[in-house]
């Protein structure tokens, strides 16, 4: 089985920035589908941003003009850069691939 390690998350002041990394264990196919989701305690997971199999990128509203999703298939990585970071985004980050695949997720805190 792939293995998913999300890596990248911190504590960041309101308007900062961070930038997450996905990593696979082993190659993956250029059109496997991937996407971040996150979770806030209490809450329940949600989709922030996603890469189809046919290679077109969602976000969610609540985060357009802000994060980016990008791949590097030679690396078996996929990264989501976040700008322009608030508090009401503090949340467990986790990375998903081909719909069942979880990584373990990493911790995003975003407070002055």
């Known amino acids: 089985q792939v293995q998913l390690m999300e890596s990248g998350g911190g504590l960041v002041q309101p308007g900062g920035s961070l930038k997450l990394s996905c990593a696979a264990s082993?190659?993956?196919?250029?059109?496997?589908?991937m996407a971040w989701y996150r979770q806030a305690p209490g809450k329940e997971r949600e989709l922030v941003a996603r890469?189809?199999?046919?290679?077109?990128?969602d976000y969610a509203e609540f985060v357009k003009g802000r994060f980016t999703i990008s791949r590097d298939n030679a690396k078996n990585t996929m990264y989501l850069q976040m700008n322009s970071l608030i508090p009401e985004d503090t949340a467990v980050y986790y990375c998903?691939?081909?719909?069942?695949?979880w990584g373990q997720g990493t911790q995003v805190t975003v407070s002055s």
């Open positions: 998903n691939m081909k719909y069942v695949l």
């Open positions: 082993r190659s993956i196919s250029s059109v496997t589908p």
């Open positions: 890469i189809t199999d046919g290679g077109r990128i």
